[in-house]
């Protein structure tokens, strides 16, 4: 057997080896010093992340500080955010706004008693996270820091000649707006979203301004009825005050002459027509019509979805006993408002579009409605010509059988009450127009609305648009909102009153060539 012989290392080659290992480290060494040196010397993860939830606007303050010399090179490149463990939103950033302490706004639906955990990303070494558990909202009024006698006005941008003012406050969350052939002015109300299931319930005021002062003292404003569900659609008609609430419509009969008699203590309603139940879209809007028919906006009880239930986003009409309801229109999302133009009898009415395709679609819309039974799109098409992309997505699929849209109003504006205006007090070319409140977006980066609009028309047709007030919306305050307007009403005078559930207060908007 052949064997092969080794043999032994002589003390030169394992001194060689030697060398060779020593010299492999150091190059190793000196590799890893310059990789170091490619690193900022502050890298690190933020060092405190802070949270705030907003009930008012259903938005989550996160609040960074994360100190570093270059924003644009060493910064928190994402944000995620959990509810209840849950990720409900990411958001990626390619630099930081300072290089110290920042926050980040974010829309976030919470109730009470939900965890939100908010955990920030430094793009080279680590994270840091923080949890906050929403607390119970009080029920009053979510104001500015300010009472409303000291809201500041003077932020409100109007054109020559106008002038706003306080025409009522101290009602809590003042939404939809009716007024008698006498000027008895009836405020329904409703919860902020995350409350909306509150089992307190809320009130319906009527207001009687005796001395004609344009203001509501005290003794002038009265509560018809408390502890009612989301009472935000008011409508009056043969001397009875109707009030929808999500789950019902009620009457309040002979309403005035009990005002009158019994100073304003809480009325027994009539049940007029018992509704469907759900919160998402579920606050109702109510109106009667030049038929003398009792119309209703059915939103539908989601963002976005096929529903087999044939009322869920319709307007449907019935006698005012609630008998013989209908489908008026379909394919309409969430309107909030809608009244019928005095020269045609023509319904117009606004619909907010679906969330969630980005900040610019689809947009928010008028719609005119001559006849019954016609189709405005929700939900497989929106803003008249956009296919949604999951229920209209079919490559042969288009919007050509839908009904556009009269007015295009901006992409997440919430477009809520309107009203033709009729009065003698506005400049003539307001004449005719369709007032509007635009509550404002809720989840767009890049806040919009807050304001009231005007649409002007001619020939029945919709042709232009102006802005009557706006300034709710401070941009000198880093988009800071202190108010938002719901509904608007011209009285005898022609002046304008605008609700804003924020503040828990009514704006008279008036006009003097003086």
Known sequence: MNRVMHKPKTLGAEAMAFCKAKAFGAILLILLVQLLLLLPAEAHPPSQVSLNYDSANQSLQVTTTHTVSNPSGHYVFKVDVLKNGEMVLTKEYTSQPTGSTFTYDYPVNATAGDVLKATAYCSIAGSRSAEITVGDVALKVMQAEEEASDLPLEKVRLPPGFKIEIYAENLTYARSLAISPNGTLFVGTRLPFETLDSPNGLAVYAIVDKNQNHYAEENEIFTVA????????????????????????????????????????????????ELPQYLLHGWRYIGFGPDGKLYLAMGAACNVCQHNDELNGTIVRMNPDGSDMEVFAKGVRNSVGFDWDPATSEMWFTDNGRDLLGNDVPSDELNHAPVAGLDFGFPTCHSGSIPDPDLGSNENYTCNQKVPPAWMLGPHVAPLGMRFYSGSMLPEEYQGSIIIAEHGSWNRDKPIGYRVAAVLLKNNTAVGQQIIAEGWLDSSANDTVWGRPVDVLSIDDGSLLVSDDLNGVIYRISYSQN
């Open 226 to 273: 408390e502890g009612l569900n989301n009472p935000n659609g008011v409508a009056f008609r043969d001397g009875s005050l109707y009030v929808a609430e999500i789950d019902r419509i009620i009457r309040f009969e002979d309403i005035e002459s009990r005002l009158a008699e019994d100073g304003g203590k809480p009325f027994e309603p009539v049940t007029v027509k």
